[in-house]
C-alpha cells in the first residue's frame, strides 16, 4: 500500500455540502490514469459503485451518453470555433454532468459511489475553451457536493508521454491549433489550477504522482477505504 508520505491532504475552508448519497470524486489533469484507477477499484471494492463516461463505464442502457461523448471528439472538436461554437461544445458537454449526476441520485443510499471528474473538470475545460461564464455553471455548482476529492496528481512531462508525445491528444486538451508540447504544458498547469480553484472548498486528498498505475490505484483504494 502507498505510504501516507504519498498524500497531501487540503482541508476545506468553508462549510461542505453533503448529499445524503454519499459519494466521491476522482479527479486530475489529462493522463492522470483515471479510468485505469477506477477499473482498479471495480476489481479491489466490488461493492462500490463507479461512475464515469468513459466507454467501459457506460451500460448499454446510455449507448447515447457514449455516441455523444465520440460525436464530440470525431465531429464538435475539429470544426470548434468553425461549423460549432465553444457555447454549442458546452451545451453538449452539459449532457455528460447531467448523467453522472443522475447516475448518483439512482444509486442506493447504502452503496459507496465513486465518480471520475464530476463536472469540475468539464467546467474547467469549458473556460479555458472560452467559456468563461455561463448561466449552465450556476446550475452545476447546486448540485450534490461530493464527501471528498481525490485528486491524481501527474506533471505534464509525464502526461505528454502517455499521450504517445501528443498523438492521442484532442483540442480539448492542449493551447494551439496542434498538439506541441508548451501548449500542452500550458493547458495542462491552466486546468489544475482551474479544477483547484472550484474544490477549494472541499475535502480533497491530493496523491502525488506514483511509480505505476498500481501504486495509484493502491493509494486512492487506501484513502477510499480509511
Known amino acids: 500500500m502507498a505510504r501516507i508520505v504519498d498524500f497531501i491532504g487540503i482541508f476545506p475552508t468553508g462549510e461542505v455540502s453533503m448529499n445524503d448519497r454519499p459519494f466521491y470524486v476522482l479527479l486530475g489533469?489529462?493522463?492522470a490514469g483515471k479510468s485505469s484507477v477506477m477499473a482498479e477499484i471495480e476489481h479491489r471494492l466490488p461493492t462500490w459503485r463507479t461512475l464515469s463516461t468513459d466507454d467501459a463505464f457506460v451500460g448499454p442502457e446510455h449507448e447515447l451518453?457514449?455516441?455523444?461523448?465520440?460525436?464530440?471528439?470525431?465531429?464538435?472538436?475539429?470544426?470548434?470555433?468553425?461549423?460549432?461554437?465553444?457555447?454549442?461544445?458546452?451545451?453538449?458537454?452539459?449532457?455528460?454532468?447531467i448523467h453522472l449526476k443522475?447516475?448518483?441520485?439512482?444509486?442506493?443510499?447504502?452503496?459507496?459511489?465513486?465518480?471520475?471528474s464530476y463536472y469540475y473538470?468539464?467546467?474547467?475545460?469549458?473556460?479555458?475553451a472560452g467559456v468563461e461564464e455561463n448561466p449552465m455553471y450556476a446550475w452545476w455548482r447546486s448540485f450534490p457536493q461530493p464527501c471528498a476529492v481525490?485528486?491524481?496528481?501527474?506533471?505534464?512531462?509525464?502526461?505528454?508521454?502517455?499521450?504517445?508525445?501528443?498523438?492521442?491528444?484532442?483540442?480539448?486538451?492542449?493551447?494551439?491549433?496542434?498538439?506541441?508540447?508548451?501548449?500542452?504544458?500550458?493547458?495542462?498547469?491552466?486546468?489544475?489550477?482551474?479544477?483547484?480553484?472550484?474544490?477549494?472548498?472541499?475535502?480533497?486528498?491530493?496523491?502525488?504522482?506514483?511509480?505505476?498505475?498500481?501504486h495509484t490505484a493502491d493509494a486512492v483504494v487506501e484513502v477510499l477505504t480509511s
Open 121 to 128: 473538470k468539464i467546467l474547467a475545460k469549458c473556460r479555458l
Open 65 to 97: 451518453v457514449t455516441r455523444l461523448r465520440h460525436e464530440m471528439v470525431g465531429e464538435v472538436l475539429p470544426h470548434l470555433g468553425e461549423s460549432y461554437s465553444a457555447d454549442f461544445m458546452a451545451a453538449l458537454l452539459q449532457t455528460a454532468v
Open 29 to 31: 489533469p489529462d493522463g
Open 102 to 116: 443522475d447516475e448518483i441520485e439512482r444509486q442506493d443510499d447504502g452503496v459507496p459511489v465513486v465518480v471520475d
Open 150 to 214: 481525490i485528486y491524481l496528481d501527474v506533471s505534464p512531462r509525464s502526461a505528454w508521454r502517455r499521450s504517445g508525445e501528443g498523438a492521442r491528444l484532442n483540442a480539448l486538451e492542449h493551447f494551439g491549433e496542434f498538439p506541441e508540447w508548451q501548449g500542452f504544458e500550458d493547458y495542462q498547469e491552466s486546468l489544475r489550477k482551474l479544477m483547484l480553484e472550484e474544490i477549494r472548498e472541499l475535502p480533497v486528498t491530493i496523491i502525488k504522482e506514483q511509480p505505476s498505475a498500481a
